[in-house]
């Protein structure tokens, strides 16, 4: 089983970037399929973006072209890359393991980080 601490939030203004940290432990997370998931206030939680184990990659259409998961696998850890972020992106960011499919369905994946806000404002 993974567990897993969220790094990286933070304050940026409008067109900066983030570099999001999902650090595992209790397993190899190459063994899952791993997902990054964002809430915001009074919203509901909506998929960011998931990556399976052979490798494919999904990002919700919002993101596309400015979000890059990844895993560095020497680190055990998954990460997501943020750039040209907008207000729209503020968002406390959490990492999960579970299912990876092109909807990046939270209601697919559990064993929940703790998040890390994310400001973006000016």
């Known amino acids: 089983q993974l567990q897993f601490v969220e790094s990286g939030g933070g304050l940026v203004q409008p067109g900066g970037s983030l570099r999001l940290a999902c650090a595992a432990s209790?397993?190899?997370?190459?063994?899952?399929?791993i997902g990054w998931f964002r809430q915001a206030p009074g919203k509901e939680r909506e998929g960011v973006s998931c990556?399976?184990?052979?490798?494919?990659?999904h990002y919700r259409n919002s993101v596309k072209g400015r979000f890059t998961i990844s895993i560095d696998n020497a680190k055990n850890t998954a990460y997501l890359q943020m750039n040209s972020l907008q207000p729209e992106d503020t968002a406390v960011y959490y990492c999960?393991?579970?299912?990876?499919?092109?909807?990046?369905?939270?209601?697919?994946?559990?064993?929940w980080g703790p998040g890390t806000q994310v400001t973006v404002s000016s």
């Open positions: 990556i399976s184990t052979s490798g494919t990659t």
């Open positions: 209790g397993n190899t997370l190459n063994y899952y399929h």
């Open positions: 999960a393991w579970g299912y990876c499919s092109e909807h990046i369905l939270a209601s697919d994946f559990g064993s």
